[in-house]
């Protein structure tokens, strides 16, 4: 246990990312020690190269297969978490904070058997964990979206989109509080933003914004996880803790 007040040493599993990027500056910011794990720092999470995790208090992962991960989403959480957590024991971390997405543990198929197999993993761990499921992030509607010919498709999903900074304030409010001993910080906490909207509906936003005149295309993925993106299974519980930031604010932030 350590006060918090010392400032943590942080190692951001991921901190290159979408949300890892607002960790890496909100820890700094608070004057966090952190080191950034990611292949673009040397270290491959998926073979273990590189991985020391001496004098880490806690690690936050926020990693994800990217361009380049061809073994697929369940073979990527488990050789990525399953390596994070050996070399966690190894150097006596204290907490492991985990990063997966609201409604994914349920549906289990495609990329969210992936987030299933990671949560099943970390909930297992002989260290003491945290898992946070967050919704899409705002910046979702881009990382998704695919051009094809005069329109963007973008697939048929009800979400309650939160803004990734905010996801990565979470994130290190629960490290702290792991991190200074308290119980409240650890199992499985859930995050969402303020309203639902469909991530087509954000994306013509976006794009209106950026004057950009192409239609965007909304289309139903096939199969149980298409079906799961549309049927409200990953829109979050009655515990779920909402976010006030809205798409509007982030969108005018980011101009
Ligand atoms: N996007 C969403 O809407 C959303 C919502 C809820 C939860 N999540 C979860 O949040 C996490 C992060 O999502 P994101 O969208 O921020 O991901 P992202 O932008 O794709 O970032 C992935 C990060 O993982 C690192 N990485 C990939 N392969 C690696 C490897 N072999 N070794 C070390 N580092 C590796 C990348 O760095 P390098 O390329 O430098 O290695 C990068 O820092 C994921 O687990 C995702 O399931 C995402």
Known sequence: MRAYAEGMRIAIAGGTGVVGRHVDR?????????????????IDLVSGEGLNLAAVDVVIDVSGPGKGDHGGPVAFFERVTTNLLNAEEDAGVGHH????IVGAAKINTGYYAGKRAQEDLVAAAMAEWTILRATQFFEFAEQVARPFG????????????????????????????AVAGNHEAHGVHEIAGPHERGIADLLRELMGARADARRVLELPLPG?????????SILPGPAAQLDDVTFETWLEAAR
Request: proline share 5%.
């Open 26 to 42: 909100l820890a700094r910011l608070a004057g966090d020690d952190v080191v950034v794990l990611a292949r673009s720092h040397g």
């Open 97 to 100: 904070v985990a990063l997966s």
């Open 150 to 177: 005069p329109w963007v498709v973008a697939p048929k999903v009800r979400s309650q989109p939160i803004a990734a900074a905010s996801v990565a304030a979470e994130l290190l409010r629960l490290a702290r509080s």
């Open 224 to 232: 149980r996880f298409g079906r799961g993106l549309r049927d409200g």
